[in-house]
């Protein structure tokens, strides 16, 4: 393993890039390689094995670059996928569910959490699993937003429409007694500003990007993987779908230009 | 391992405290035994030898309760020990240096991070090492406090005399850029609120203890040994030193009444 080998970061879409802009930000000497799978997104709805069968694809894809490490930027890919993609590398595999779980445990004081998400990711229990295994004693309120991530992945952020969606999403848990509230999908960063404007502004919102970038730099430093010296990477994304709205989003969101390659999946992706 | 198997917690005194509360918060399931060596604190002026010695004294006291972990909750024994205890037990073992720094990275927006810390964490240089290792283009700021462990450890968090020492040792500090100030001595949260007050409002204090229980948690849950079961936990604590100052603060500190051994050094303690 090299230092300088670059991290892996994989999304159904955009929505990894808050994951990848807290890495840049964090651990600036670090190169990254991107892939959106943004002609497959959302994965929301996908049945799991359609889930983990695309996650394994980009990985495919990305192990060309020789990464040291891989993060699953999608909260219902590591719900469905990180197992699977841990037994098959021999480099660490970092998902985005338990990292976010733990600092939501972290912040909350009156043990009551929300976690929203896509409907793969509230199906499968995963937030509530991993908080309930720390913590018996918390109370998890859960709530499926199946309309967010193509809110984001048109860039649609702060609209009336995208506060009418939001609204009539997460409008009725202000009335429990929730003081935390988890964005179970990576692409809800770009929706935070109109999320705490719904919830209230006493709610904390639990970000995974942050942690996941948090944990991406425990596990690099306490295994000697920090890259060195003084060489400004440059990073490298890939997207599946259509080029210019990726580029547009991930300009805005990163504040930088970006190299973008675009990758046309050469098998059926019916599923 | 039986993942029943308590926590071992140790510091020079009251100060791992601070981390034993945010383990019992955000672990509630988890059992605790503690040492704090109040016999001998503070460790800070101390020669690194000597501490390095002193922590073992005290994993090999712990030893004896089976411990699943080990956490170092003492800023100068992890400077000074924590890689050779790491050499020496077959169980995890957990610092309080790197989490506090990588936290630091996780908020600062400047780049400009102040720590504080005994004169021993401080001339050891371990912070810096850590904030710079991930982050080259950090700012960081350091200023040994050799007066604030005995503070605390006197029960003092409040007082007017208090206010002054710690205005004459880091009212300094406000005239650096820095938005972050590493609380870089696991004693230091005690006194939270007046270093708040002295560096000003908009300063986010960094503890260690926060940031260490979390450390704790990622380990425990990645490695699938956190404890399971519905039973409370019985802690137990231990010191060398007066038992009553340290029963009070303990009580005061942690909201509930302790179970407390004395322990008397058989060795000669000069060093």
Known sequence: MFVQQPIAILDSGVGGLTVAREVMRQLPREKIVYFGDTARAPYGPRD????????????DYLIQYRPKMIVIACNTATAFALEEIRAIVDIPVVGVIKPGARAALGR??????????????INSGAYEHALLEISPNVHVISEACPLFV???????F???????????????????PMDSL???????????????????????LISSADETAREVSNILQDQGMLARGEVIPVHQFFCSGE??????????????QIELTPVVWQVPQIG
């Open 48 to 59: 799991p094995k359609v889930v983990t069968r695309f996650t394994r694809e980009i990985v």
């Open 108 to 121: 909350t004081i009156t043990g009551c959490i929300g976690v929203i998400g896509t409907e793969g990711t």
């Open 150 to 156: 193509p809110l984001v992945e048109k860039g649609n």
């Open 158 to 176: 702060r609209s009336l429409q995208t506060y009418e969606t939001i609204r009539s999403s997460i409008g009725h848990l202000r009335k429990f």
């Open 182 to 204: 988890i964005l179970g999908c990576t692409h809800y960063p770009f929706l935070a500003d109109v999320i705490q404007e719904v919830v209230g502004p006493d709610i904390n």
């Open 243 to 256: 080029p210019q709205m990726f580029k547009s989003i991930a300009q805005q969101w990163l504040g930088e």
